[in-house]
């Protein structure tokens, strides 16, 4: 038997994390047993669905390395339409599914409780098709139903509870529910890896299978990922678009090796590994039961170690998308043509080692490509204080004797300025650096003038000092 797997997200919106990482379980899993992942659009909701959302699923699933031609598919749920109906007639032409007209008005005036499910009172009174009719699912009086799941064991549901669920709409359109099982069954789906959200539909749809004459595939739910309230991601509470962390600037290989941590963990005390290690460690029935945490605070780390991991040459190219903009992520606040593309190589290294999301790039480095630094006001009341305008005379007066202009040379200079006063250097660069970089943060101070040049760096201590007057 060929292992097939499927990811069936629906074009509703952003790319939900929790969907990533379900795409990543599936990708891994038909990888290690010699299988095929397929890609399923579930694209019936037509009024939601929008065509750059599909792209968007396609992109991000790029981002994370599941790339177009490697999977099978995209299918689209809506072509199968066809399937779907005949599915449900033959359900209903074996006996194992009738037609009903209730409403749920008329189930609770029978049932006297608006929380009680449908009462079968359909189930033998031979109503046909007809306009406003559903079609319900028979389910078994008695039994039950056992859902062998690779991590969950074998959860067991008493058929008797399961009510009989509709499958076919008043319009004759059939359910998600039903869809889905045609779907898998038609594209020959052997594992259905997913989060345990949809774990109450699986003795429904494994019902449908049966009555359909089809052995049920393998079933493995994940445990739902959750915020720090453990409540689960909601893309309207919550930051879970996967293509926001991409703008922000998180590595896929970031993303993919924390997505990958959510429910499962490689061997040893360590968890920044190789993908290779994941592919190779990765085992479904390892994956633990519990919630899993999606850390935020914890994937920022993770990033910055990548980040920090990338050579230098790398680290350049990564950081493009943020130095010109695209489509998605904003162009930065100088010129195209204020840009000097080796200053920021002498000053990449630097910023390397300091952001943990390459968007953070920008504040870190506009400086060097705006005639006039961007002034933080905050940052200026802090530090502009009494005497800072007499430091800044004395600083620019020493910078201007300066045979050479280099780090060391400008660093011993303010140093010797300083001492004059009796401060130290860290009191003594914080109006420099304002004055300079408009920030009382930033890459080393030094470094960064060195990059600047002497007549910029002197045109900004100048301007700051008369701002003082």
Excluded at 5 to 11: C, H, K, L, Q, T
Excluded at 198 to 204: A, F, G, R
Excluded at 237 to 242: E, F
Aim: proline share 6%.
């Amino acid at each position: 038997m060929t292992v097939r797997v499927r990811f069936a997200p629906s074009p509703t919106g952003m790319f939900h994390v929790g969907g990533a990482r379900s795409a990543l379980q599936n990708w891994i899993y038909a990888k290690q047993q010699g299988g095929v992942f397929v890609l399923r659009i579930e694209d019936t909701d037509a009024a939601r669905n929008k065509p750059e959302w599909t792209e968007g699923i396609l992109s991000a699933l790029d981002w994370i390395g599941i790339t177009r031609g490697s999977y099978e598919g995209p299918y689209f749920q809506s072509a199968n339409a066809g399937e779907h109906r005949a599915a449900a007639a033959r359900l209903y032409e074996s006996g194992r599914a009738y037609y009903c007209d209730c409403t749920r008005e008329d189930v609770q005036a029978r049932t006297g409780s608006q929380y009680q499910g449908y009462d079968g009172y359909h189930r033998d009174l031979g109503l046909g098709p007809g306009e406003g009719r559903a079609l319900r699912f028979r389910t078994p009086d008695e039994g039950t139903t056992v859902v062998v799941d690779l991590i969950r064991g074998e959860p067991t549901f008493e058929n008797k509870l399961i009510e009989d669920f509709v499958i076919a709409r008043g319009d004759g359109s059939p359910v998600f529910l039903l869809a889905n099982v045609v779907d898998d069954m038609t594209m020959g789906i052997t594992h259905v890896i997913r989060a345990e959200e949809h774990l109450p539909n699986t003795p429904k749809q494994q019902l449908l299978w049966e009555a359909l004459g089809v052995k049920p595939p393998v079933w493995a739910h994940v445990p739902v990922v959750v915020n720090e309230k453990r409540q689960k991601l909601s893309k309207r509470r919550d930051k879970v678009a996967l293509e926001a962390y991409r703008d922000e600037g998180y590595l896929a290989g970031a993303m993919r090796n924390y997505l990958m941590l959510l429910g499962w963990a490689p061997s040893g005390d360590r968890e920044i590994v190789p993908w290779s290690v994941i592919e190779d460690e990765f085992r479904l029935d390892e994956v633990n039961l519990s919630s899993a945490f999606f850390d935020e605070k914890k994937l920022r780390a993770f990033n910055g170690e990548y980040i920090r991991a990338l050579p230098v040459a790398e680290f350049i190219d990564a950081c493009q998308p943020w130095l010109t903009g695209t489509d998605t992520i904003a162009p930065p606040p100088w010129q195209p043509e204020e840009f000097d593309a080796d200053a920021f190589a002498a000053v990449a290294p630097l910023a390397q080692t300091r952001i943990a999301v390459l968007s953070e790039i920008v504040p870190n480095v506009d400086f060097l490509f705006l005639a006039t630094p961007q002034i933080d006001e905050a940052a200026w009341t802090k530090t502009m204080k009494d005497g800072s305008a007499e430091l800044l005379d004395d600083a620019v007066a020493a910078f201007e004797a300066l045979e050479s202009w280099d780090a060391e040379s400008l660093k011993s200079t303010l140093e010797a300025v300083g001492a004059e006063r009796g401060l130290k250097l860290g009191k003594t660069q914080a109006p420099v650096r304002v004055a300079v970089t408009g920030r009382t943060v930033g890459l080393p101070l030094f470094e960064s003038l060195e990059v600047l040049g002497r007549e910029r760096t002197l045109t900004r201590i100048r301007a700051a000092r008369l701002r003082l007057v």
